[in-house]
């Protein structure tokens, strides 16, 4: 019997919507694949047909909060916004989407995020490093930074932006204010540095 794509995309979406849901209850650690496939209703064997690992789960959880954050920036984005602003407001976005996922963050940093600027072969989460960097390039370009600086200001930009992330999975500040304070002195640490060296 032949599965057709909407049956694929239905089963896939259940696995995520299953999975956060036990990694949430559980924790990333206690909730394992067998558990993750039998509360989906499929084999274990089904679920690898789809994902990898439990840490293919999880950052594919992060790459669905931050489709929906880019949709989010992008209605909230003000004409006439200063490039920290729109640095700013990208970022948090994104936090307030990952916010259901942040007690299981730690494996996506560490599957999908540690080393984005590498040549490994591994296809785990490189998408996600990719759309980030490519949301921020076209900001840049917005703001008329020239293109070919990007490649060199990359890292300098990762390094601050995996540092905020992994700092606010461990924020125990009201709200995760001190990462928010964190990620305004990255922004404003990035942008002079940007504007330093034009």
């Known amino acids: ?16 919507e299953v999975a956060q849901r036990m990694f949430q209850v559980q924790g990333f650690d206690q909730a394992g694949i067998r558990d ?8 274990t064997g089904t679920l690898f047909n789809y994902f990898a690992s439990k840490e293919d789960v999880a950052v594919a959880l992060a790459e669905r909060a931050i489709a929906l954050a880019d949709g989010d920036f992008a209605r909230k984005r003000r004409a006439g916004a200063a490039l920290r602003e729109d640095l700013f407001l990208s970022v948090a976005a994104q936090l307030r989407r990952l916010r259901p996922l942040r007690t299981f963050i730690q494996p996506v940093i560490e599957t999908a995020l540690a080393q984005p600027l590498s040549a490994s072969d ?53 709200r995760q204010e001190d990462t928010l304070a964190m990620l305004d002195q990255a922004v404003n640490m990035f942008v002079t540095w940007l504007e330093s060296n034009e």
Not at 36 to 43: E, K, P, V
Not at 146 to 161: E, F, G, H, K
């Open 122 to 174: 591994a296809n785990l989460g490189r998408r996600l490093p990719g759309e980030q960097l490519d949301t921020v390039a076209e900001i840049l370009r917005t703001h008329k930074i020239d293109p070919a600086r990007w490649s060199m200001t990359a890292p300098i930009y990762w390094a601050l932006y995996v540092g905020v992330l992994t700092f606010w999975g461990r924020d125990k500040s009201p």
């Open 36 to 43: 993750i496939a039998a509360a989906a209703g499929i084999a």
């Open 1 to 16: 019997m032949r599965i057709t794509a909407d049956a694929k995309q239905a089963t896939r979406a259940r696995i995520l």
